[in-house]
């Protein structure tokens, strides 16, 4: 199996930065499409941005402008920055990658990392 560990939420005012990061472990994998997802409180689950293998992105219009995913291919890492933060993008933010391993398609979660902001 693949493990994905994130990091780097925390409390920051409204117009602040945070950046996230997650990064993948396990054997005989390659990573193919990674994304951040994330769940408010009381809300469903939400796709906050991806990017695929090629390097495509796409993002939640309502972090449009504001928020940047990339990727270290060589350290199987995907990270998300988000600046100009809004108290609405207070959630519980959740990494989440395909993979291939071993000839088999996979996908994972981390465990989540809570992002609050405050007014």
């Known amino acids: 199996q693949v493990q994905l560990v994130e990091s780097g939420g925390g409390l920051v005012e409204a117009g602040g930065s945070l950046r996230l990061s997650c990064v993948a472990s396990g054997n005989f994998f390659i990573l193919t499409t990674m994304g951040w997802y994330r769940q408010p409180p009381g809300k469903q689950r939400e796709l906050v941005a991806y990017?695929?293998?090629?390097?495509?992105?796409n993002y939640a219009d309502s972090v449009k402008g504001r928020f940047t995913i990339s990727r270290d291919v060589s350290k199987n890492a995907v990270y998300l920055q988000m600046n100009s933060l809004k108290p609405e993008d207070t959630a519980l933010y959740y990494c989440?990658?395909?993979?291939?391993?071993?000839?088999?398609?996979?996908?994972?979660w981390g465990q989540g990392t809570q992002v609050t902001v405050s007014s």
């Open positions: 989440n990658g395909d993979w291939v391993r071993l000839g088999r398609p996979g996908s994972s």
């Open positions: 990017m695929t293998s090629d390097d495509t992105t």
